[in-house]
T-cell receptor
Framework: AQSVTQLGSHVSVSEGALVLLRCNYS??????LFWYVQYPNQGLQLLLK??????LVKGINGFEAEFKKSETSFHLTKPSAHMSDAAEYFCAVSESMYSGGGADGLTFGKGTHLIIQP | NAGVTQTPKFQVLKTGQSMTLQCAQD?????MSWYRQDPGMGLRLIHYSVGAGITDQGEVPNGYNVSRSTTEDFPLRLLSAAPSQTSVYFC?????????????FGPGTRLLVL
């Protein structure tokens, strides 16, 4: 069974500071990993994903994440926070084979609310 | 393309009432799914479908029914609404069965059950 842990339900950073949102996963098979962002009263939008190949993945809006197999982590970073980055961020995992039973659906973490201080 | 659309945006129900949440996609995606989002819980998979005529249960299927008669539509039915079903419901779709494919989400339906 797969699972996702996001450390910190709320993270507050100053505008211009580094953003670091932590995500650890467990999976019995090689995982596919995703970060989604949800702005207030909207649906989820894909920021970036890791499937295979390069472990450092670049996404939209200046975000990137690094897949570290040894640490079972997929932390999201952005060098300089902007006020428009304030949103809810979700890390998700999907397993790498179709085995039915919903296993190829996404398993989400509980989310991290990112607050940007002016 | 409109992407994934959901109706209604908001709904208030009384306990015991039934209703159908509509979901449609115009991207010819095979895989469609329903999630519910609750505070502090993230999103949890309710039901999913890998193609027309094929559906299966996710993590939290109780109290919900689905059907998939066409590729485009994947309605979610609440048989007898309960206050525990107060939530935000998201429909999502992706092109294929593989977990690497990106899922695209609709704008959500906010449901309040009194």
């Amino acid at each position: 069974a797969q699972s996702v842990t996001q450390l910190g339900s709320h993270v507050s950073v100053s505008e211009g500071a580094l953003v670091l949102l932590r995500c650890n996963y467990s999976s019995s098979v090689p995982p596919y990993l995703f970060w989604y962002v949800q702005y207030p009263n909207q649906g989820l939008q894909l920021l970036l994903k890791y499937t295979t190949g390069a472990t450092l993945v670049k996404g939209i809006n200046g975000f990137e994440a690094e897949f570290k197999k040894s640490e079972t982590s997929f932390h999201l970073t952005k060098p300089s926070a902007h006020m428009s980055d304030a949103a809810e961020y979700f890390c998700a995992v999907s397993e790498s084979m179709y085995s039915g039973g919903g296993a190829d659906g996404l398993t989400f973490g509980k989310g991290t609310h990112l607050i940007i201080q002016p | 393309n409109a992407g994934v659309t959901q109706t209604p945006k908001f709904q208030v129900l009384k306990t015991g009432q039934s209703m159908t949440l509509q979901c449609a996609q115009d991207m010819n995606h095979e895989y469609m799914s329903w999630y519910r989002q609750d505070p502090g819980m993230g999103l949890r998979l309710i039901h999913y479908s890998v193609g027309a005529g094929i559906t299966d249960q996710g993590e939290v299927p109780n109290g919900y029914n689905v059907s998939r008669s066409t590729t485009e539509d994947f309605p979610l039915r609440l048989l007898s609404a309960a206050p525990s079903q107060t939530s935000v419901y998201f429909c999502a779709s992706r092109f294929g069965h593989r977990g690497a494919e990106t899922q695209y989400f609709g704008p959500g339906t906010r449901l309040l059950v009194l």
